[in-house]
């Protein structure tokens, strides 16, 4: 690995004081086939002219794609998209493995981290920390905090609450200890109901909690797909969604279609209210990102 970088991204927690706007970012994953390859490349050379304000790279199920988030990432910026953030989890790594990779992502120039505990990997149901490695995020901010203080960290915030979660003032609670270990920013899981991000961002500020809370959010591509995702996470599917799902009947574009005017209008109303950013889970795809620019050209036409 080389020491020297061609750049080096600046800390996001920057780019959200300095912001007149809100933020705009998309999420990428590694894929796992060579069909998905292309899709992934296809999407990075048809989104770059959208210019987010930064894009995030996951580290796939159980940490298994672990290299290959740093070769998208590197992908990412020969595109010029940036700030680049990778996913970090503590899955299958060691505190010596876990030192390393923080030295590796600050000496490639990434500043900015997306901290994780990650999912237990496939096969397993409950999660369990390597040998001499961490249980938990909040433990990952205070080592990536104490290795490379400058780091900018984002956490994962559950408005509708972590399917792990004892009680809703036990996960807010801890919520809270990521962000005094050191992290900077929240990013939620999916929602489908805007209402449950309002209620999260109201909880969050009676707790003490005061950083950026950027809300995620997917758009539906098929009802099939919408019901898979939200019974792993827990989110709420609304009725209404569904019936203009079921309405698209066995035509995928006029399903893709449905899922993206519902996230436009999920979008519209967030922008409405002031919130800091619109960070987007867009399945390594082109089309879901056109939520974002329809949200615009509504917000434009009625002004």
């Known amino acids: 690995m080389s020491n020297e970088s061609p750049f080096i991204d600046p800390p996001l927690r920057e780019r959200f004081a300095a912001a007149e ?30 210019a987010p304000d930064f894009v995030t790279v996951t580290y796939g199920a159980g940490g298994s794609t672990r290299n290959l988030t740093f070769e998208i990432a590197a992908l990412l910026r020969r595109f010029r998209y940036g700030p680049v953030m990778p996913h970090l989890t503590c899955v299958g790594s060691s505190l010596d493995d876990l030192n390393a990779l923080a030295d590796r992502i600050w000496d490639d120039g990434f500043r900015n981290i997306m901290t994780l505990r990650g999912d ?57 200890s990521k962000i005094d270990a050191g992290a900077d920013f929240i990013t939620t899981q999916l929602f489908l109901e805007n209402d449950s991000y309002y209620r999260f961002i109201d909880r969050c500020r009676a707790a003490g909690i005061h950083v950026p809370i950027l809300p995620g959010l997917m758009p539906a591509l098929s009802l099939g797909q919408i019901r898979r995702i939200t019974a792993m996470c827990g989110a709420a599917l609304p009725p209404e969604l569904v019936k203009r799902l079921e309405n698209a009947g066995d035509h995928p574009e006029r399903a893709m279609s449905a899922g993206i005017l519902w996230c436009t209008e999920q979008i519209v109303d967030l922008l409405q209210q002031g919130v800091p950013g619109i960070h987007l889970y867009i399945l390594n795809q082109i089309r879901p990102a056109m939520s974002y620019q329809l949200a615009q050209t509504v917000m434009e036409m009625t002004r």
Do not use: W
Not at 143 to 152: A, I, M, V
């Open 21 to 50: 706007r809100p933020l705009l970012s998309y999420e990428f994953f590694p894929p796992k086939s060579e069909a998905g390859m292309i899709s992934l490349q296809e999407a990075v050379e048809g989104l770059v002219h959208t």
């Open 120 to 176: 237990p990997p496939k096969g397993q149901t409950a999660f369990i920390p390597a040998s001499d490695g961490l249980a938990c995020a909040r433990d990952l901010v205070k080592l990536l905090k104490e290795r490379h203080p400058d780091f900018c960290l984002g956490v994962a915030g559950y408005p509708e609450g972590h399917p792990e979660a004892d009680s809703p003032q036990n996960e807010l609670n801890y919520l809270k």
